[in-house]
């Protein structure tokens, strides 16, 4: 099947392009609007099933950095529905990481010692075919009620020990203004919370929506962390980098998040270029996640070994404020670990062995008085 009997739309910028609301309205959310959008797009099998299964939104700006409609292009693989994703391995979950175990009061989502995670809503900008909250994100558009923000602030009251409170979803910077004020708002108001984190893709999707309300609005709430999604140097536009200026100027920790996603961007020399430009627009990569088993993008994984190699690519070669944490997040809710590659060769009394980046081996003479087993946490 394909599109080419559609007729064509030339691309157009329409007067309110710059309008976030706008964007979201005219999101692509079906297969006929996906080819009217595209009409070179020549293979649309599986679409319509698959769009039915997991929900597609792509904004009209997303859509925008689709250069060619097909599986060889990044952004169209991140956003257009593929048959692949019907593909149900038995050894995928909707949620492997059990996060719907971790839940003490709906919405709110517990498993570090004193960190704990909201989901705000389950709408995005766009949703990525490779999301790790496929079973929820996108599914029925909803957002935390007033009734469920009261009991999430009423459980952070008893639980003094979480001091880092991230607000994700979905995406909540999708959210009106004053909605996710009152969310910032009702957990900045909990005395023990430090730290207010937000999660969003918007800068990458939608950067329009990070207006100067909005800004003037996150300022109130520092200290304030932002962890943004970029997974390709293509998805880095003038847009995109006066969404992070903004954000920047505004007092906020920006840090990213990338996901390794097969096919897309699971290379070394493509990876460097994209944390290079991040930092360009002052953007921290924090993280490259291994992607999750979840059920729905077998496509996009790829073998730990894989993500080492890379891993040891970039290290040595690029400023260490460029390299992320490269994290797997454990199935059956272990929570995320670390993965490096095997610096530590061998260890004696004396001397620890250890190999740099290059591969040379160098011994690290030990200090003579050790303070033997004391806790560190004493
Ligand atoms: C990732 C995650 C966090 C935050 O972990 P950090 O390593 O501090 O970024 C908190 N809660 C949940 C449920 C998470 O998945
Ligand atoms: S923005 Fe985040 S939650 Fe939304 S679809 Fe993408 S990965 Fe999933």
């Avoid at 859509?63 to 050894?91: C, H, K, N, Y």
């Avoid at 989502?109 to 075919?129: F, K, Q, S």
């Avoid at 060769?345 to 620890?352: A, D, F, G, K, L």
């Amino acid at each position: 099947m394909s599109c080419k009997k559609m007729r064509s739309i030339p691309e157009r910028r329409a007067e309110r392009w710059n309008d976030w609301r706008w964007q979201m309205r005219h999101r692509i959310r079906t297969l006929a609007q996906l080819c009217r959008r595209f009409p070179a797009l020549a293979d649309t099998t599986g679409m319509e099933a698959t769009a039915q299964r997991y929900p597609m939104a792509i904004t009209p700006y997303y859509a925008s950095l689709i250069r060619t409609p097909d599986a060889s292009d990044p952004v169209f693989q991140m956003a257009a529905p593929g048959l692949d994703e019907l593909a149900d391995p038995l050894w995928l979950a909707p949620d492997p990481l059990e996060e719907d175990a971790d839940m003490p009061v709906p919405g709110l989502i517990h498993r570090y010692e004193d960190r704990a995670l909201i989901m705000a809503t389950t709408t995005c900008a766009m949703y990525c075919r490779h999301c790790t909250r496929k079973r929820v994100a996108g599914r029925r558009e909803s957002v935390l009620s007033v009734a469920a923000l009261k009991r999430i602030a009423a459980w952070l009251r008893e639980h003094p020990e979480i001091r880092d409170v991230i607000v994700s979803g979905g995406d909540p910077l999708t959210l009106p203004t004053a909605m996710l004020q009152r969310i910032l708002d009702a957990v900045r108001r909990v005395p023990s919370v430090d730290i207010l984190r937000v999660g969003t893709r918007v800068p990458v999707v939608l950067p329009m929506r990070v207006t100067d309300e909005l800004c003037a609005m996150l300022r109130q709430y520092h200290p304030l962390y932002i962890n943004t999604h970029f997974n390709h140097p293509a998805e880095i536009t003038p847009d995109s980098a006066a969404a992070c200026e903004r954000l920047a100027d505004a007092g906020v920790a920006l840090g990213n998040q990338t996901v390794l996603l097969r096919g897309v961007n699971d290379d070394a020399p493509l990876l460097a270029d994209l944390f290079r430009r991040l930092l360009r627009q002052r953007v921290r990569p924090y993280y490259l996640f291994q992607c999750d088993p979840v059920r729905g993008i077998e496509h996009f994984r790829t073998p730990i070994a894989r993500g080492i190699e890379i891993m040891e690519c970039l290290r040595g070669r690029l400023s260490s404020l460029a390299i992320p944490n490269y994290v797997v997040d454990t199935p059956h809710g272990g929570g995320k670990i670390p993965l490096t590659p095997h610096a530590i060769v061998s260890t004696s009394s004396t001397h620890t062995v250890l190999r740099n980046f290059e591969g040379m081996i160098v011994a690290y003479p030990e200090p003579v008085r050790r303070d033997g087993g004391k806790s560190l946490f004493e």
